[in-house]
């Protein structure tokens, strides 16, 4: 995995909504965005790790975890309706144009993921590598099928997902999945082409539900609390 150069992309902007500071808020004692930091120095497919940032305690408290600050993000694109896709794509356009370095793979890692762990991003890379992807996304498998989902029209309960023949045993339902926003693995190239990490030929990398976790409001600190704590407090 050694032989191609894997640049790990964490995005930790300072402002949250649901969870104040929420990207180092502290879960079980650790701030929150260690967690991502961990996994991916751990995993053995990832050359370089950075975090694209435009808050300065969270650059500090990166770079004591180990991980490289190379730049910081401007505010602008550090807003609630910045698309993802920008930060990536700036954070490959500034290392490219000011340290000259242009991965071959790149893997966006979410700090709000706290229970990937490292086997995940190295399984999801393989995949990538070995594949015909554009890009190969985490997902896990819905829980809550559609098919016992409805919707509310003129008073009235109306299926969600209209279907000609009704499928009554729930072990008959076709399987379905989520993004589950822990991992995405593209090249720089493709994401400058498409211009999104849900585009073009998608392939899935499952994982199960329990690792599946994506933190958005006080509820799920407080259920990733009680997961980790049932692994010993670690993700590795």
Not at 62 to 81: T, V
Not at 99 to 118: E, I, K
């Amino acid at each position: 995995m050694r032989s191609i150069e894997v640049l790990g992309i964490i995005p930790a902007r300072g402002g949250s909504k649901s969870i104040p500071r929420k990207n180092i808020a502290l879960l079980n004692g650790r701030p929150l965005i260690s967690y991502t930091i961990r996994a991916a120095q751990q995993s053995r497919s990832i050359s370089r790790l950075i975090v694209s940032t435009d808050d300065s305690e969270i650059a500090n408290i990166s770079a004591a975890l180990g991980a490289e600050i190379p730049f910081m993000r401007p505010k602008e694109l550090a807003q609630d309706s910045t698309p993802t896709i920008e930060v990536v794509l700036h954070a490959l356009d500034v290392l490219e144009s000011d340290h000259s370095y242009c991965p071959d793979v790149v893997v966006l890692l979410q700090p709000t993921s706290p229970l990937r762990n490292s086997a995940d991003i190295d399984h999801a890379v393989s995949i990538f590598v070995s594949s015909e992807a554009d890009v190969v996304v985490s997902v896990s498998r819905v829980e809550e099928h559609p098919y016992n989902m409805y919707r509310i029209e003129g008073g009235f309960l109306q299926p969600l997902i209209e279907r000609d023949i009704r499928i009554t045993l729930r072990q008959n339902y076709p399987e379905i999945y989520r993004l589950n926003g822990a991992i995405y693995v593209s090249k720089p190239q493709t994401l400058r082409r498409l211009r999104s990490f849900i585009a073009g030929r998608l392939v899935p990398y499952i994982m199960p539900r329990e690792r599946s976790l994506d933190i958005d409001d006080p509820t799920d600190m407080l259920y990733a609390s009680v997961i980790l704590r049932s692994q010993g407090g670690l993700n590795c």
